[in-house]
């Protein structure tokens, strides 16, 4: 009895060894980039400039992302300036980016929303 149990727990360890080392070859590299990202959008009365903050990615092709993230942006309606946090929908082919951010508004609860492009530079970890 001792045999086959050793012989159950040997075969157990071996075949999840061999199954984790088949799926270490399978699985794709990780790798780390630093990204930024620095646009310009236009809504009705107001302008924007934005740089890009945090972003939620679904990756659909090496130069082709759709996500949704957060906008540092100054802000300038009517001739004043000051700072906003928008948040935006966002499209990344290749270098350039389609955003379409949207800004806390007067009065309180009031969003408005806005149409933009900027450009994405991105220095890959060696």
């Known amino acids: 009895m001792k045999i086959v149990s050793i012989f159950l727990v040997a075969v157990f ?6 199954g984790q080392e ?14 930024g990202m620095i646009g310009a959008s236009f809504g009705k009365n107001f ?3 934005n740089i890009g903050g945090p972003v939620l990615f679904l990756n659909l092709h090496k130069d082709f992302k759709v996500g949704v993230g957060l906008l540092p942006s ?8 000051g ?6 929908p966002r ?5 350039l980016v389609f955003i379409l951010p949207f800004f806390p508004s007067q009065p309180f609860g009031k969003w408005v929303g ?8 991105q220095k890959k970890a060696k």
């Open 22 to 35: 088949k799926l270490k070859n399978n699985s794709p590299q990780m790798q780390f980039s630093l990204d």
């Open 74 to 81: 100054i802000y300038s309606e009517n001739g004043k300036f």
């Open 13 to 18: 360890f071996f075949s999840t060894g061999w």
């Open 83 to 88: 700072t906003k946090l928008g948040m935006s």
């Open 114 to 121: 806005s149409v933009g492009i900027g450009y994405k530079f």
């Open 91 to 95: 499209v990344d082919y290749k270098s």
């Open 47 to 49: 302008y924007t400039l």
